[in-house]
C-alpha cells in the first residue's frame, strides 16, 4: 500500500463503477498499472467486494432494521470469537461487531417487519448459550449511511463568475 | 454640476466580463467553469467554530492586528511549510480577504509616479490598486514558452529609474503556473541590484500538485525586501469568511498597520475564530481537497488537450488556461459564443491582462460530473466552430 494504493481505493470507494481508463487519466498513470494495482488489492482482500448502496425507503421495499446488543460471557481460550462466529451464519444479521461499553456484541438486524425481527432475536439469538442480556433498538430512519447522505441538503449559491 | 468621480475612479478600468454576466442569467442550464473559488463547502468543524463564536458573544472588534492564538498559529505554519518565520507580534496581520492585504501592501510602499511591475496574466485587481495609489502599474508578461513563470530578461527590460517593486503571484491565477526555487532564484538577483520590495500573493500556495510551494520570503536575499500574502479562502474553501494575512519585515508592517487600522480596523471576528479552527485541525481535509483538485486537473487538462483545446499542465491553483488560438477565435469570441451555443462559462484571457490574450481560463473547482459534461460540450463547440 502507498499513496496511489490509497487513492485508488478512496476513488473506488466513492465509484466503484469508474473505469480504469478514468482512473489512469485521474492518477496521472497508466492503465496496466491500475489494473495491477486493484488486482492486487483484490487479492489481498483489501477490497472485499463491488455493492451498491441501496435507499430502502426509497426502494418502497421497506424492511425493519433494529440495533440488537448482547451481553455475552466469554469463553475460555476463544473469548467472543466462536459465538461471534456462529451468529454471523445467520444471514439476517448484516453487520456485527464487538464493542466496549454496557454490551458485548453489536449485531444489526433485517428483516421484512417488526414480528420477523423481534421473533429472529427471541428465537435464534436470545437462547444461545452463554448470551445473557439482549436489547433490541429499532431503527427509525437513517439519515446518512457509509459517508453517504440519505437526504437532500440545499447547496451553498456561487457567483457564475469570479476573478 | 461639475464632475464629482475623481479621475483615480474614471481611468480604472470595469470589470472584463459584465456582458457575461448578463447572457448567463437568461440561461438555465449553465456549467460554470468560470468561479474563482472552490466549490467544496467550507469544513464543518470550521463552520461550527465560527458558529461557537457568536454563541459565545464574541462578537466584538478584535485588536487591528488580529487574534493574537491565530497569529501564532498562521507563524507556526507558515514555518513549518514553507521555512519562512514571521514574529507574529510585530511582522502580521490578519486581514478582509487577501484583496484587503493586497490593498495596504500597495499603499505601503507606492507613492504617485512609482512604477510597479506586474506579472502578467494576473488576478484582475493587481493593475487598478496601484492606478488608486497614483502609480503607474507596468505589464510584465508570462508567456506559455515559459510555462507562465516569470522570465528575468523580460522583467529586466521593463526596469526603470522610477521602479519601485514588483507584484508576483504563485501559483498563479489564471494560469496554473508556479515558480520553484530556481525559478525565484533566477529573478532575486534583479531585484536586489535595483533594491525593488517585492509583493508576493501566495493564496493558492497549499495548491500544488507537482512540488511543494516555495515562498518568495524563504530566499534569504528577499526575505527583507519581501511582503507576504495568503490567507484562507483557496486552501479551506473559506472565500466568504474573508481572513487573509499581511506579513512583511516590521518597518514595512508598522505603516501597514497604520493604513489597516484607518480602513479597516480589524478583520471580521467571527471569521478569525474559524480560521483558528482551520489552522488547528482544518489539515486533514484539506488535504483531502487538494487530492481531489489533482484528480480533476488531470482529467480536465487530458480532455482539453484530447479535444485538441492545447493546454499545459497547470502545476497550481485550480485553474487551466488553455489556447484557443488553433480555433482562429479570439478569446473574447471563443468565451462569448462557447456559453451562447453550449452554454459553457469560461473566462477570456485577456481580462487577466499581457500574456493572457488567445487563452481562456477555466476553474476545475467544479464536480468531476460537470467537469466532463462541460469537455463533451465544448467538444462538440470545437467541432462546429
Redesign the interface.
Known amino acids: 500500500m502507498d499513496e496511489t494504493d490509497s487513492?485508488i481505493l478512496?476513488?473506488l470507494e466513492e465509484d466503484c463503477r469508474t473505469p480504469r481508463s478514468?482512473l489512469a487519466?485521474?492518477?496521472?498513470i497508466g492503465e496496466d498499472e491500475v489494473r495491477r494495482r486493484v488486482a492486487v488489492l483484490e487479492d489481498e482482500k483489501i477490497i472485499r467486494k463491488y455493492a451498491a448502496v441501496v435507499d430502502r425507503e426509497k426502494a418502497g421495499t421497506s424492511i425493519v432494521s433494529a440495533i440488537i446488543e448482547l451481553k455475552v460471557s466469554p469463553e475460555r481460550d476463544y473469548g467472543y470469537d466462536r459465538i461471534a462466529e456462529r451468529i454471523s451464519r445467520f444471514p439476517q444479521v448484516r453487520s456485527l461487531r464487538l464493542m466496549t461499553g454496557t454490551y458485548d456484541l453489536q449485531l444489526l438486524v433485517t428483516g421484512k417487519n417488526m414480528q420477523e425481527v423481534s421473533r429472529f432475536v427471541s428465537e435464534h439469538i436470545a437462547p444461545m448459550d452463554r448470551i445473557r442480556e439482549t436489547a433490541t433498538i429499532i431503527i427509525m430512519k437513517t439519515y446518512k449511511e457509509n459517508g453517504n447522505l440519505y437526504f437532500e441538503r440545499p447547496e451553498?449559491e456561487?457567483?457564475?463568475?469570479?476573478? | 454640476m461639475r464632475e464629482f468621480v475623481s479621475e483615480k475612479a474614471r481611468v480604472i478600468p470595469p470589470s472584463g466580463i459584465r456582458k457575461f454576466f448578463d447572457i448567463v442569467l437568461t440561461m438555465k442550464d449553465v456549467i460554470s467553469l468560470g468561479v474563482g473559488e472552490p466549490d467544496f463547502n467550507t469544513p464543518w468543524n470550521v463552520c461550527e467554530a465560527g458558529i461557537y463564536s457568536i454563541e459565545q458573544g464574541n462578537t466584538a472588534y478584535t485588536s487591528n492586528r488580529g487574534l493574537q492564538p491565530l497569529r501564532e498559529a498562521v507563524a507556526r505554519n507558515l514555518d513549518q511549510a514553507y521555512g519562512i518565520r514571521y514574529d507574529p507580534e510585530t511582522e502580521m496581520i490578519i486581514t478582509t480577504g487577501v484583496s484587503e492585504a493586497l490593498d495596504i501592501a500597495i499603499r505601503t510602499i507606492v507613492d504617485p509616479g512609482d512604477e510597479i511591475l506586474v506579472a502578467q496574466p494576473c488576478y484582475v485587481s493587481y493593475p487598478p490598486c496601484v492606478t488608486l495609489t497614483g502609480g503607474k502599474p507596468v505589464a510584465v508578461p508570462c508567456t506559455e514558452e515559459d510555462r507562465f513563470r516569470l522570465n528575468p530578461e523580460t522583467l529586466a527590460e521593463r526596469i526603470t529609474k522610477k521602479t519601485k517593486g514588483v507584484i508576483i503571484n504563485f501559483p498563479n491565477n489564471p494560469t496554473g503556473g508556479v515558480m520553484a526555487e530556481g525559478d525565484l532564484r533566477a529573478i532575486s538577483d534583479l531585484v536586489v541590484d535595483n533594491d525593488l520590495v517585492v509583493i508576493s500573493d501566495e493564496v493558492y500556495s497549499e495548491l500544488t500538485y507537482d512540488s511543494r510551494h516555495t515562498a518568495a520570503a524563504s530566499l534569504p536575499e528577499l526575505r527583507d525586501r519581501t511582503i507576504t500574502l495568503n490567507g484562507f479562502s483557496k486552501a479551506y474553501s473559506m472565500t466568504g469568511w474573508r481572513i487573509g494575512y499581511l506579513c512583511a519585515p516590521q518597518a514595512l508592517c508598522d505603516a501597514a498597520l497604520k493604513i489597516h487600522q484607518y480602513v479597516m480596523l480589524c478583520a471580521p471576528t467571527i471569521g478569525q475564530a474559524a480560521a483558528l479552527e482551520a489552522m488547528r485541525s482544518g489539515e486533514e481535509e484539506k488535504n483531502a481537497m487538494v487530492a481531489e483538485y489533482r484528480v480533476r486537473r488531470n482529467l480536465f487538462v487530458h480532455g482539453l488537450n484530447e479535444i485538441g483545446l492545447k493546454c499545459h499542465t497547470p502545476e497550481g491553483a485550480f485553474y487551466a488556461f488553455p489556447s484557443v488560438k488553433e480555433t482562429g477565435l479570439s478569446d473574447v469570441e471563443f468565451a462569448e459564443r462557447l456559453l451562447r451555443e453550449q452554454h459553457v462559462a469560461v473566462v477570456p484571457g485577456s481580462v487577466f491582462g499581457e500574456g493572457g490574450e488567445g487563452h481562456v481560463r477555466c476553474a476545475y473547482a467544479v464536480s468531476r460530473q460537470n467537469l466532463s459534461e462541460a469537455l463533451k460540450r465544448m467538444g462538440a463547440f470545437i467541432e462546429s466552430i
Open positions: 487513492e478512496r476513488l478514468e487519466v485521474m492518477l496521472g451553498g456561487r457567483l457564475p463568475f469570479s476573478f
